[in-house]
Nanobody, 124 residues
Framework: QVQLEESGGGSVQAGGSLTLSCTVI????????LGWFRQAPGKEREGVAG????????YYAGSVKGRFTVSQDIAKNTVYLQMKNLKPEDTGMYYC?????????????????WGQGTQVTVSS
């Protein structure tokens, strides 16, 4: 059974940086995307960034483009989300997820395998 484990969340001040990690435990059969989502209190979960397995293409939500970078270390079976210039509105629970997609990793409703999440809090 495949599991996704996130880590790296924490509290930072606005303008700061954090890097989240998502380790894939097990083997995901077939082509797939790995993505990052977030959910702020009282809001719906939203897709933030996605990457095709093998690092071919990356996708970003408009609100984070230019500030967040998604990457993959294939040898470590780990996906990262590097977050810079963080804003209070970036606060939320961040989740790693996987979808059976070949590309178009921003088809956020296709993600079916989820991690438990890691909290990010940005103070002003």
């Amino acid at each position: 059974q495949v599991q996704l484990e996130e880590s790296g969340g924490g509290s930072v001040q606005a303008g700061g940086s954090l890097t989240l990690s998502c380790t894939v435990i097990g083997y995901i059969d077939g082509t797939h995307c790995l993505g990052w989502f977030r959910q702020a209190p009282g809001k719906e979960r939203e897709g933030v960034a996605g990457i095709t397995d093998g690092r071919v293409q990356t996708y970003y939500a408009g609100s984070v483009k230019g500030r967040f970078t998604v990457s993959q270390d294939i040898a470590k079976n780990t996906v990262y989300l590097q977050m810079k210039n963080l804003k209070p509105e970036d606060t939320g629970m961040y989740y790693c997820a996987a979808a059976r997609l070949t590309w178009k990793c921003d088809m956020w409703d296709q993600y079916q395998l989820w991690g438990q999440g890691t909290q990010v809090t940005v103070s002003s």
